[in-house]
């Protein structure tokens, strides 16, 4: 292989991703920059910016430019953000690496004040993730929730414009792009669960590529793969998508592992949480199952309208 063509995303963020991940390979390997080009793949999602993703396809118009992509050979991996991701891959593809998770909670960013809860009476609070905005109405039914869509340079951009008198954005995200100093306060796991893969970065290959299978397997992060089973099978099993307002976040301790799950109504008023902890072996079984068990929980009513 005479150079590795490492697929991204065009944002700021994407690149800032793809380069660390360069920057792993380099190091695991030995080798120089040079051996590795950045590919920059426009997608629909970044050019769709007048509605949300769940009225215009959902995931998949983040990656599949990218899979084409990489499935006709024009790269050889692609790097993501791992929540955005389907469930549901193309044939002949696998999301086969991960590295180590960053900071998995979410952000809140003020201009005026510094939490949610100091907002006033009827502010607006600008979000494109119904997650977000279900559990931003769940946490103050006042608000107005009003949609941010565009890469987190633009989101802050219309937050000094005044469009809203805050946001919420993924603290992993601003943290890769140095933005720490933007926040002003960060929301609590429990409060504010996240979306199943948030804060890992997630690399897509070509199944059976030996040579790049070898590559990666370098800077692949266990725990953060065991992790991320748990969480995508209980998406999968939700049938999860840009639809659904659905939080799931897996910790590993040692062989343990301990999974929270959240699916909640858009409009924040009905919840169902399940927790579940088991050996880290068992990971996607340990999703499936908690799938299985907030789903009875909120009965079958629950769910319609989410397609």
């Not at 963020?13 to 390979?25: D, I």
């Not at 219309?158 to 946001?167: M, P, S």
């Not at 991320?228 to 897996?250: N, W």
Request: aromatic share 4%.
């Amino acid at each position: 292989m005479q150079t590795l063509k490492i697929g991204t995303r065009g944002s700021p963020l994407a690149l800032a991703q793809a380069h660390e991940t360069r920057a792993r390979l380099m190091k695991a390997h030995g080798l120089a920059e040079e051996a590795f080009e950045v590919v920059p793949i426009s997608t629909s999602g970044d050019r769709i910016q007048d509605r949300p993703l769940s009225e215009a396809g959902g995931k998949g118009l983040f990656t599949k430019e990218i899979e084409e992509a990489l499935l006709d050979g024009r790269i050889d991996i692609a790097v993501h953000s791992s929540k955005d991701m389907p469930t549901l891959l193309p044939d002949g593809l696998e999301l086969s690496t991960f590295l180590p998770r960053e900071d998995a909670r979410d952000a809140f960013i003020g201009k005026t004040v510094k939490r949610i809860a100091e907002l006033p009476h009827g502010a607006r609070v600008g979000s494109s993730s119904l997650r977000r905005q279900a559990l931003i109405r769940r946490m103050r039914p006042d608000l107005q929730v009003v949609m941010f869509r565009g890469n987190v340079q633009t989101r802050l951009r219309k937050l000094d414009e005044g469009v809203a008198e805050g946001t919420i954005l993924a603290y992993a995200g601003l943290k890769r792009l140095g933005l720490e100093s933007v926040v002003t306060d960060l929301m609590p796991l429990d409060v504010f669960p996240p979306a199943p893969g948030q804060g890992a970065i997630g690399i897509e290959s070509r199944i059976g590529d030996g040579a790049v299978e070898k590559m990666l397997a370098a800077i692949h992060d266990a725990p953060t793969g065991q992790a991320l089973a748990c969480e995508r099978a209980f998406l999968a099993a939700l049938d999860g998508s840009c639809r659904t307002p659905i939080a799931g976040h897996a910790t590993i301790t040692g062989e343990k592992l301990s999974f929270a799950g959240l699916i909640i109504s858009p409009d924040g008023t009905e919840s169902h949480e399940v927790k579940l902890d088991g050996s880290a072996q068992d990971a996607a079984a340990i999703g499936a199952e908690a799938a299985r068990t907030v789903r009875a929980k909120a009965g079958a009513k629950f769910f319609d309208g989410w397609a």
